[in-house]
Each structure stands twice: as C-alpha cells, then as structure tokens.
C-alpha cells in the first residue's frame, strides 16, 4: 500500500539499508518514472517478507531520483534480486524508456539524532550528505563528532528534524540522511556562523570530500 508518512530509520528491524540514485533527465520524467513504480508495485503482491519498506525521493535537481529501501538483512534483498526485481525493472523502464541507474550503496545505521519525543513536524526537505574518507580512517568518531556539535547547537539546528548517520559496508564512506523542517530552516544552518566545534568536523583527517543532495518524499511503499 501506499502511504505518505516518511520512514522510520530507526526501526530494529532493519539490518541492511540500501540507498540508490536513478538519473532520469527531467522533472516530468521524474514524475512518470515515479507513478510507473507505484503502478508495477502495486499490481503485484510484496515481494518479501524480509523487505520493511520503500521509498522514493525527487531530486531538487529536477533529474534523480533516490531509493531507499529497508531489509532485515541482505540475504533477503539478494533473494528479492534473483526471483522479483528483474519483472520490476522491465515494467518501470518500459513506460520510462532511459532511466540510468547510477549505483547502488549497501549500509549499516551508525547513530541517529531522532526526533524529540512530541515533535510532530512533517519534514519538508530531506538532505543527503556523503562524507569520503581515505581508507582506514574511524568513520564513527566523525560521527560522534558531529553529533555532539549538533548537540551543543541546538539554537543553530532548530529546523532539523531528525539526522541518522549510515556507514558504507565498503568502508569507504558515511551518509548523513536529515529530515529539516524547510528548505529555507537548511539554508539558515548553512548561512549561520560555525564555532569550534564545527571546524574540527570540518577538518578531521581522513575526510576527503562532502557531497550534498536535496529531496522531497514522494512515494512510500508499505508491506499491505
């Protein structure tokens, strides 16, 4: 079934996240790829009991489109793979000739900033940012230092909703997936001046390079 309510990142249940980006040239296109997979999903039962959800993000960009599909653990994906997704595909690129799919990223859930207990604000942007580090560098005190600068700043980062941090299974990188309030509650964080804390997030060592994606939930899909 469909829903509108964005995911739950932090349910237990989820033992491998998987993120991916479709590249498909236009925002109408982004519009009709998203119906084809609303439609070839739900004319067919779910696929797998070990899959807890799916969901699809419009790039700001006007050209991707982001996946982000909740497993219990990858042997249930790679069984999905050889049995259900093919069908899927043929279905999506049929009605959207052209889609390049551009990667797909295996993760385990690091640490989160979730939402305040009463919160109930309905994210209206969701921001991806993903952090490379040269080989061997500690991914997860990058992390904790992150998180304890957002603690610290609660004033700065009043408009964030929520900020659950991925480690790549490859070792090689982290996703930050953050709901904010507004585009306009993310561009006031980004324009407001950095302290100390924010400096040694910055430049800690082994990070390589930051890269930034800006979303709105478009399509959930939920086990009936």
Known sequence: MRTEQHPDLTDPRIGAPFFSTWR??????????????????????????GLLGYHVYAGHDGSTLMHYSQWSGEQAYEAFVKTHRQERVDEIDT??????????????????????????????LVVTVRVDFEAGERRGEWVDLVLKALGDDPEGHAGLVSAHFHLSTDGGHVLNYAEWESAEAYDRALAAPSGEAWERVRTYPGVVGFAGSRYAHVLGLLPG
């Not at 498909?24 to 009991?49: K, L």
Request: proline share 9%; no cysteine; glycine share 10%.
């Open 24 to 49: 498909v040239g236009s925002p109408e296109r982004q519009a009709e790829t998203v119906e084809a997979i609303a439609r070839t999903w739900e004319r067919r039962p779910w696929p797998a009991n």
């Open 95 to 124: 009605a959207v000739p052209g889609i390049e799919r551009v990667g797909l990223g295996r993760y385990r859930r690091y640490r989160s900033r979730e939402r305040a207990v009463g919160d109930e604000r309905v994210p209206g």
